[in-house]
Every structure is written in structure tokens, then in C-alpha cells.
């Protein structure tokens, strides 16, 4: 009998309170777990943007070291581009002008080959639009850069409309182009969009309008940037890309998709600098971090680019920004150096930091 009374206490099973109670503490360790598994996750994704910022560096250092100097955010005329469609004109992106230093030499030399070494095809009726981004490229504007893409977008990595009603997008009547390949790395323009007679418009280490300008029907093209000579404020105080969680208008190929600049487009009004070197952002509106919002009737990005055609609301949703913890905006500087900057920062200071000759002195401000 006794024997029997053992055996039945030790094949006695768990009851449901300390069932529940090991489920409840099993929960509360997964809870305790996640943040620093999430934590942990989102630390390499930032390192693996820092990363892909290091090789655009390097690749646009190759760059200036073949062609002493930096491409241009777009290789022609701002003034006579349109964005990518199927049967619109435009030009090439600074990212395309990089490519053989990316890895991607059959990429850009199909595209080399397709539009002339990216010279002027002078077609009929059309001498300063030379090439179709969509025809002449075939299914370029389609391939996936790897290196483009940040690991902590959310998005897609192919163009999306726009969610902001006011905002243009790629994918707004271009005749049937699908899965147009995007960047997450942007060049940066400078403060803003090209001004007239402004010292702050296009005033960035990747300018939208290159230096060459002169004849826009007769100019060799295509159109290269700046060299390390005009970033007179320092080559580690200004940048060079930023990322940007744009899904609307980034086509990689394109010029007039992958760039961004310091002021939203759907400011109000413009920064000034003043000749201590500070900057007055009293009614603008910084650039970085910033989104999709309402919009005003007349807005830097469309007024100050002499182009309402390509831009008659503006067509870039979102500025330098990513999906990282915290804001952290992952930047690269011309002098290959890799920084995170908060989307808190003062704008007077990210102001400084995206032109490359104001004579601002940052440590002071």
C-alpha cells in the first residue's frame, strides 16, 4: 500500500497555477528580452548604413580622383530635365557617374553605351534633352543596388505614390513604368533648391546645378561637380550624402530624384545668413527629419527653381531622414568621415554643416 502511494505522488502532474505561473515568467523574460534583442538589431542596422555611406564615400573619392572633381547631383541643365517617365527626357544621377567605383562597371557602361558616353545626342526638336531615361537605359532604372538601400527602410525598395496628397510622385502618369529602383543615399544640394540671387541656393558639396553651365544647347556634357578646392569651409565640416526615406521620388538613376537639400520644400520661407557667420531660421523649415505635411501655395522648392513644370508642388515628400531609433540621420562627409546627426539639431548648425564655402564656423555656434 505504501509502495502504491509513492508511485502515485510521482506521477503526479503540474497543476494549471504553476503552469500559468511558468508561462507568466516565461512572458515576463521575453518582454524583458525583446527591447535588447530590437536594441541590438537596430545597432547593426546602423552600423551597416555607416557602412554603405563609407563606400558611397569612397567611391565618390574615386571619383574626384579620375575626373578631379565630384559629379553633379544631375550630369545636364537642371533647367531642361524632367523626371524619369517613359517618354519624358532627363539626366543622369551623380550615383550612376560612380557606379564603375561601386562594383556595378557592366551596369554603367550599358548605360555609357546607350547614351553615347552620356554626351548629346542631339535628336530632332529635342538638342537639349538628349536620351529618354526609360528608352535609352532599358531596364537599368529597374535594377536593385544593394549598396543603395538603407537596412532599416521600411519601405519598398522600389518607387511608391505618394501618400501626401500635394506631392508628386515617379510613378504619376509615366506611361506604365513599374518597379522603378530607388536610394536611400541622397547628394546633398545644399540649403536649398537653385535660388537667383542667392548665396544659399545650391550652395552644397554635390551641387543640383553644375559649375559648367554656360550654353545649355552647346555645352560638353555631361556636366560634372565640384572639386575639393570650393568646399572652403572644410572637408569634415560638410556633407557630402545623406539618407533619406523618400519612396516617391528616388529613382537611383535619375538626377532630379537623388538629391536632397537642408530646407523643406514646403517652407515658407528662407533662411539668411547673416556676416558673423549665424544663421537666422526664423520661418523655415529644416529639412532633416522632415515629412509629408500641408503644404503652402508658394513654396521654396517650386518658386526658386525657375522649373514649375518638374516641380509645381515640389516633389520630394521627404528631406534627409531615416527609419533609424531615435531620428538618427547617418551622413557622410567629404572627407570620407561617417556621422549620425540628430533630427533635433539646431538648424542653424545642419544649415552650416550642408554648405560647403558660408565661412560659418560650427564649433562657435
Known sequence: MTHGMVSSRLKRGFTLVELLVVIAII????????????????????????????????????HHDSRKAFPAAIDRSPSTAVALSSTGTGGYSWIVHVLPYMEESNLYNTLASNSNRFGRLNTAGNV????????????????????????????????????????????????????????????????????????????????F??????????????????????????????????????????????????YVTGVSGDSAALPTLGTNGVWTTAGSTCGLGYGPSAQFTTRVGSANTGNTARFPLGNHAWGPSSEHSGGLVVTTYVDGSVKTLSSDIDPG?????????????????
Open 349 to 365: 548648425i545642419f544649415y552650416s554643416l550642408i554648405s560647403r564655402d558660408s565661412g560659418e564656423n560650427v564649433t562657435d555656434q
Open 128 to 207: 537639349n534633352n538628349p536620351y529618354t531615361l526609360a528608352g535609352a537605359s532599358g531596364a537599368a532604372y529597374q535594377t536593385q543596388l544593394p549598396g543603395l538601400i538603407c537596412p532599416s527602410f521600411a519601405g519598398q525598395p522600389t518607387a511608391q505614390l505618394s501618400t501626401a496628397s500635394n506631392y508628386r510622385s515617379l510613378l504619376t502618369g509615366l506611361g506604365g513604368l513599374t518597379n522603378v529602383a530607388i536610394t536611400n543615399y541622397k547628394a546633398m544640394a545644399g540649403v536649398c533648391e537653385r535660388e537667383e540671387n542667392s548665396v544659399i541656393g545650391d550652395n552644397g558639396a554635390v551641387p
Open 27 to 62: 512572458g515576463t523574460l521575453v518582454g524583458l528580452l525583446l527591447p535588447a534583442v530590437q536594441a541590438a538589431r537596430e545597432a547593426a542596422n546602423r552600423s551597416n548604413c555607416t557602412n554603405k555611406n563609407k563606400q558611397l564615400g569612397l567611391a565618390m573619392q574615386n
Open 209 to 258: 546645378r553644375g559649375p559648367k553651365v554656360v550654353n545649355e544647347a552647346t555645352d560638353t556634357l555631361p556636366y560634372f561637380g565640384l572639386n575639393m578646392a570650393a568646399i572652403r569651409d572644410g572637408t569634415s565640416k560638410c556633407i557630402l550624402i545623406a539618407e533619406s526615406k523618400e519612396n516617391g521620388n528616388s529613382a537611383w538613376i535619375d538626377g532630379t530624384c537623388a
